[in-house]
């Protein structure tokens, strides 16, 4: 399974909602908030682009020696229609400064040196410590995600479905009396990961099912032939 920091690490560099939360900082528009893009730097440090009139630009514009704390609150949601959509959250704390020069006109980068992180997602809580964040790699994946997984929901349906053929006595009562994979339930692309798909199924009870590749994938190729090897065993 990904390391809680390795989780983290691929929460703050996806494309997942985020918003940043400053301690005195308050605005009627939360979107001005929301970092325009986010990406992790050598150290671990975590760099937020604004727009140079944002609140959280002025308010570490004015700070003084580099005390200003400051909350980036990351939430990942599901990009396919499943009950419970929410898949996680992760939270990085630390201190904020600007960080010129790194944008163009009109915007400004400010920095966020991580003092504490944890997430809470699909597979549990946990605290993460700095280091780890900073040397943890980022999942393969995670640019293509949500398009790999709604296409499985739209294109390949029917074969994750009978991916609950898969669960022996798991999959009774998932969609239906006698567990039938075909009946009123439905199984749902829920995560994808470089060490497998993760799936809901929903029915008379909600469940989530874990279905791991042969060997962790590196890219959308290798992904490819994984899931091949998935839908194949469930069809024998």
Do not use: K, N, Y
């Amino acid at each position: 399974m990904p390391s809680a920091a390795e989780r983290t690490r691929t929460l703050v560099q996806s494309t997942s909602s985020g918003v940043l939360l400053i301690p005195g900082v308050e605005t009627t528009r939360p979107e001005l908030l929301a970092p325009q893009a986010r990406v992790v730097g050598p150290d671990g440090e975590v760099f937020l682009l604004f727009p140079a009139d944002s609140p959280a630009v002025r308010a570490a514009t004015h700070a003084h020696d580099d005390e200003l704390s400051a909350l980036l609150e990351i939430t990942d949601v599901a990009p396919v229609s499943v009950p419970h959509r929410i898949r996680g959250r992760a939270w990085v704390s630390g201190w904020l400064t600007c960080a010129p020069g790194l944008a163009e006109p009109g915007a400004m980068m400010l920095r966020l040196e991580v003092g504490e992180l944890c997430v809470d997602d699909l597979w549990g809580a946990s605290a993460v410590e700095p280091e780890d964040f900073a040397r943890a790699p980022v999942d393969p994946l995670v640019a293509h995600e949500a398009e790999l997984l709604q296409h499985l929901h739209s294109a390949h349906g029917e074969q994750v479905q009978e991916l609950c053929g898969l669960l022996g006595e798991r999959a009774d009562g998932a969609a239906g009396p006698g567990g039938a994979a075909r009946g009123r339930g439905r199984a749902v692309p829920l995560a994808l990961d470089r060490f497998g798909l993760r799936v809901r199924f929903v029915g008379d009870r909600c469940f989530d099912a874990r279905f791991d590749f042969p060997a962790p994938v590196r890219d959308v190729t290798e992904l490819r032939r994984a899931m091949h090897t998935l839908f194949e065993a469930a069809a024998h």
